[in-house]
Structure formats: structure tokens, C-alpha cells
């Protein structure tokens, strides 16, 4: 079998359950194992991690493999954590060592040197400013789920990152995208082949008006196991609520990013052992966590974008030939609105993203550059390795502002670190552009457990929602807020939305702030 040929030492723990290669990994193998960089673009859940973590570790992981060789960067934590579970048992098979790093999991000790990492972006530019000599031997990346952050400050720092990484073979997956070749420009090189496989099967799509229309055509046509998607934070809870007077309450649970680690956790582990259910989640459960087989997606409201629109139906019904979605819609148009995003993504007019960068991020990567170089950096070094973020005349625009606010030291030929640099560098606030603005950590006021954090916006005696369960607020203390469990239904939910824009926005010269 052609998957036994090429893959003699990894074809059996990754893929030898499935018995053979599928689409997606048949036309991935040859070019990764022949050392191409790819960027591979299939629908969700058509085995992209396996179409690279095989053929990777058999060509970059032989016996007795020491150093780091493979980094593999996804977007969140909670893919991390879900993909530790899932590639433990393979790795572990081949005897190959390995480590995760996020803001969840304390760092592993100094003299580790695994040979696959996996790690988030933020992670991944801490452990280049401490420890930089552990990926000396990377021979390569994969950016995992890379849609999500393209476009978006996060990107923007990823494609610095690649840049201060040695050279190796990049691997890149995402899901289903109007225009891979402008992606594997920006994270590939212009040498990567682009692999663009697996149609989308059909989309058979119901709109209702009721939620109660919604989960008596669930029931109806057998579908249940669902995950229910909604656009907002705040909608999760209010529909787990209304839920309860149609289905039965211990079988909805709930997922968002306000939710305890350890909550989010605890629903993914009782989808994956359920074989009936509803979950009530944002875009956590749009990415590649193992939620086991679905029977259909629900969609509360339209997505804003076709690719979101792909994304979460694809979860749904995998095994099937065609996609069983179920539109449930909130104001006038919206019904339209479903129509469009079935007809666009069946007919694969799929938007293209915007990719302008951001300035700001250049500041970030400026002083997280210098904290890991104590001696400073060569001009001409730090211009190549923010070239895809400004130009020359913008760096010195943005280096003089630095130096005048006394974050950075100016040379001829030079820039090193201020003391205000480094000792941000030491308090760990280089490393993220994500806005640090903080959330408010609810904590149940009887057992003094934190059950999720917000951006809350109530005051005592309100009744909120969170983890589908009703809940008044009793106390509030600093950025703490005290609740405890109600009987009957209510909640103002109010969840902000975050700030917009990086976080070093704030260091930016007056002339580039606006753009």
C-alpha cells in the first residue's frame, strides 16, 4: 500500500486505524516528504494534522532524533491542549519527544529539548526571547488553523516569528480559503506548493423562525448530537436557558471564551462520550477540537462570512455525504442571508482576506527582538525582519519615537534595548499584541471557585447567565464579581466585546496611529 511505502515507521501509529490514506494526506505526503513547503487548504475535519504531523516526523524525527525539529503553532490554547491528547499516543509510539507550551502550561525545565513542540504565537515569541538556542536545530514549522489569525494582528506577529526562526520547511493548514496562494505567500514562500483538495459536500440547510421549529426538525429527522452556534457570547447563555423547556437540561452544555479552562474541558470530554446532546457555543467550537461525530449544526443567526458559514457546518455530519445545517433566524433578512451563504459556499465564492498590516505590531516585535538580544540589532537586520509589517522610512519613523519615549537606544548602525524594554521583557509583557485589557473573573460566592472570566457588564443584584446556569450577582471587588446560583430564568448576560487593534498601538507614533 502506498501509505505503508512512504511512511514505513509512521504510517501505523498515525494513520493505521484508518487503514489507508485519505484525499487530503495521498496528496500531501510525496511533496512534504520530499522536503516542499505546502500550504494545505481541505475542509474541516478531512485529516490535515495527520496529513503533516506523519509525513513530517518521518522525514525530520528518526530513531534516536535529539534537539528540537518540528514546531507547530495553532491559535488558541485549547487546540494545544486538544491536540496533546490526540498526537500523544502516536509520538510516544515512535518514541519521540515532545512538549507543549501555552500560557496554561508551566514551561518545561531548561534542559528538555523535545523534537515537536506545539504552542500558541504568543508562547512561541516568549520562548525565542528566553530560550533561542533550543530552536537551533528546527528543521520544520507548521502553522495549524492559520485562517483564523490571517489578517488579524496575530498573523501579523506569526509572520515575524517564521522569519526569526532558522530556515525550514513550512506546512500550513487551513481550512477551506478564497485565495491560498496570497497565504502561502505571506507564511510559506514563493516556492510552496498549494494543495487544494476535498470538495465541499452538499449543503441541505432548513430555516426555521422558533427555536422550538429548530429542535422539532432536530428530533424529526434524528439528528441528535448537535452543536449549536451562536455569534455571541452572550446569546450561548440565553439560548442554553430557552433550551431547557424543549430538551432535557443535563444533556445542553455550553462553550465560550468566558467559561473556566476547566469548564470549556468538561464539555469537549462529554461531546466526544455522548451520543446525544446539544452544545451551545461562539466560534470556540468553529476550530478543529475533537467533539466526536455530529449529526448537525444549528446556526443562530448567519455568520458574517461564507468561510465562518463553511466552517461550522463542516463540523457536522462527517461521515455523510451532504451537510445537514439548520438556520434559526433572529430579524428580517436573515433568511436571505442564509440563502447567500449556502449558494456562495456551494458554488465555492469564497471571500478573500484582507491582509494590511498592522503598524503596531512592528513595535511589538521591535522590543521583544531586543529583550531577546541584550547587544542590540544591526539596522539592516531588524528592516529584513520586519518587512512584511513596514518599509524602511516607516521603521525609522517608528524607531525614533521608541528612542524618544526611552524604549530603545540608538546607534549608527545599531538599536538596543531601554531600560523601560527590558524591564517589561522581565515582567512577561512583550510578547502578546492581543489588548491586554482585563476581564472580570466570575467566582461562585459560595465555594470561592473562579467559573469563568468577561467582560462583565452588571451590578449587584443583577441576574446573569454563565455555563447555562442562572446567576445573581451578590458582590463585586476590584475585577472580581461574586455570584450565586438562582432558580428560573433571567440574565442581562452582558458580555462587552474586547478592544480592537494591537496592543502596542499605544506606542506608535501620532502619524501611524490612524492607519
Not at 515537536?116 to 537551533?136: G, I, K, N, Q, Y
Not at 500550513?172 to 496562494?181: K, M, N, Q, R
Not at 483538495?197 to 452538499?202: C, K, L, Q, T, Y
Not at 459560595?446 to 451590578?459: C, D, N
Request: net charge neutral; proline share 5%.
Amino acid at each position: 500500500m502506498i501509505g505503508r511505502d512512504l511512511l514505513p515507521r509512521t504510517f501505523g501509529p498515525f494513520l493505521g486505524r484508518f487503514g489507508r490514506l485519505n484525499e487530503v494526506q495521498e496528496a500531501s505526503v510525496g511533496p512534504i516528504l520530499a522536503g516542499q513547503s505546502v500550504v494545505i487548504a481541505a475542509p474541516t475535519a478531512s485529516g490535515k494534522t495527520e496529513a503533516a504531523l506523519a509525513p513530517l516526523v518521518e522525514r525530520h524525527c528518526p530513531p534516536g532524533v535529539d534537539g528540537l525539529r518540528i514546531v507547530y503553532v495553532v491559535p488558541t490554547r485549547a487546540l494545544v491542549n486538544d491536540l496533546v491528547r490526540r498526537i500523544e499516543g502516536p509520538l510516544q509510539t515512535l518514541r519521540v519527544s515532545f512538549a507543549a507550551k501555552t500560557g496554561d502550561i508551566p514551561a518545561f525545565k531548561i534542559t528538555e529539548r523535545p523534537a515537536v513542540l506545539l504552542t500558541t504565537p504568543e508562547s512561541l515569541d516568549s520562548l525565542l526571547c528566553r530560550r533561542p538556542a533550543l530552536f537551533t536545530t528546527v528543521t520544520a514549522v507548521v502553522l495549524d488553523e492559520v485562517h483564523l489569525v490571517d489578517g488579524t494582528y496575530r498573523g501579523d506577529q506569526l509572520q515575524v516569528l517564521l522569519r526569526r526562526l532558522p530556515a525550514a520547511q513550512h506546512v500550513v493548514l487551513s481550512a477551506t480559503i478564497g485565495a491560498p496562494e496570497a497565504l502561502a505567500q505571506r507564511y510559506a514562500g514563493p516556492e510552496a506548493v498549494v494543495i487544494r483538495v476535498g470538495e465541499s459536500r452538499p449543503i441541505e440547510l432548513e430555516i426555521h423562525e422558533r427555536l422550538e421549529d429548530v429542535v422539532a426538525a432536530l428530533r424529526k429527522s434524528g439528528r441528535i448530537k448537535v452543536l449549536w452556534f451562536c455569534n455571541k457570547r452572550a446569546d450561548v447563555e440565553t439560548v442554553s436557558q430557552e433550551l431547557r423547556a424543549f430538551w432535557p437540561k443535563d444533556r445542553i452544555v455550553t462553550h465560550h471564551g468566558s467559561l473556566a479552562r476547566k469548564d470549556r474541558t468538561d464539555t469537549e470530554a462529554a461531546l466526544r462520550y455522548w451520543t446525544w446532546g446539544i452544545c451551545v457555543a461562539t466560534m470556540t467550537l468553529e476550530v478543529g477540537i475533537d467533539v466526536g461525530d455530529v449529526d448537525a449544526v444549528v446556526l443562530q443567526g448567519p455568520p458574517n462570512t461564507v468561510s465562518a458559514f463553511l466552517q461550522r457546518i463542516g463540523r457536522g455530519g462527517r461521515r455523510e455525504a451532504s451537510i445537514a445545517a439548520f438556520g434559526l433566524c433572529l430579524e428580517e433578512g436573515d433568511a436571505a442571508s442564509f440563502e447567500f451563504l449556502a449558494e456562495a459556499a456551494t458554488e465555492g465564492r469564497i471571500e478573500v482576506t484582507e491582509a494590511e498590516p498592522d503598524p503596531s505590531v512592528a513595535v511589538q516585535q521591535i522590543l521583544s527582538l531586543l529583550y531577546g538580544s541584550p547587544r542590540g540589532l544591526d539596522r539592516e537586520r531588524l528592516a529584513s525582519l520586519l518587512e512584511p509589517l513596514v518599509g524602511q522610512a516607516t521603521l525609522a519613523l517608528i524607531l525614533d519615537h521608541l528612542a524618544t519615549q526611552e524604549y530603545v537606544v540608538l546607534a549608527r548602525t545599531r538599536v538596543q534595548a531601554g531600560t523601560k524594554t527590558m524591564d517589561m521583557g522581565e515582567k512577561g509583557r512583550l510578547h502578546s499584541n492581543i489588548p491586554s485589557q482585563k476581564e472580570t473573573v466570575l467566582r461562585d460566592a459560595r465555594t470561592g471557585k473562579a467559573i469563568g472570566a468577561a467582560f462583565l457588564g452588571a451590578s449587584i443584584g443583577d441576574t446573569v447567565i454563565v455555563g447555562g446556569k442562572t446567576r445573581r450577582v451578590v458582590g463585586m471587588s476590584g475585577t472580581t464579581v461574586d455570584l450565586e446560583a438562582v432558580s428560573g430564568a433571567g440574565g442581562v448576560a452582558s458580555f462587552k466585546k474586547r478592544k480592537s487593534g494591537g496592543a502596542f498601538r499605544w506606542l506608535l507614533p501620532d502619524t501611524l496611529r490612524g492607519t
